[in-house]
């Protein structure tokens, strides 16, 4: 069975860190890119990262960039999305999925994503 599972979500103070991970199960992630996209209430899904299956390329929004990174250990078959100086608007439910393609220059949207995460909920405030 194809899994992807998110994990590290929680409650951090604006300026704090948290680390996100995406743990697969049932298939090898080196062959898909990843993506982070994250939902808060009463917006549309928004992409935040992605990385290539080998990790050489990788892509931020500009709302994280400088803030966020990606990274991948396929040893692990996991995905992590480092999370530094949050902000109150970084409060959303965040989702990793995969995409069927090893390599992409961009992100792409979310209807191009095969697999779904749960979601973990990361909320910045004092």
């Known amino acids: 069975q194809l899994r992807l599972v998110e994990s590290g979500g929680g409650l951090v103070q604006p300026g704090g860190s948290l680390r996100l991970s995406c743990a697969a199960s049932?298939?090898?992630?080196?062959?898909?890119?990843i993506g982070w996209f994250r939902q808060a209430p009463g917006k549309e899904r928004e992409g935040v990262s992605c990385i290539s299956g080998g990790g050489s390329s990788t892509v931020y929004s500009d709302s994280v960039k400088g803030r966020f990174t990606i990274s991948r250990d396929n040893y692990l078959n996991t995905v992590y999305l480092q999370m530094n100086s949050l902000k109150p608007e970084d409060t959303a439910v965040y989702y990793c999925?995969?995409?069927?393609?090893?390599?992409?220059?961009?992100?792409?949207?979310?209807?191009?994503?095969?697999?779904w995460g749960q979601g973990t909920q990361v909320t910045v405030s004092s």
């Open positions: 999925a995969a995409l069927p393609r090893a390599y992409s220059s961009t992100c792409r949207q979310p209807e191009d994503y095969a697999y």
């Open positions: 049932g298939f090898i992630l080196n062959y898909y890119t």
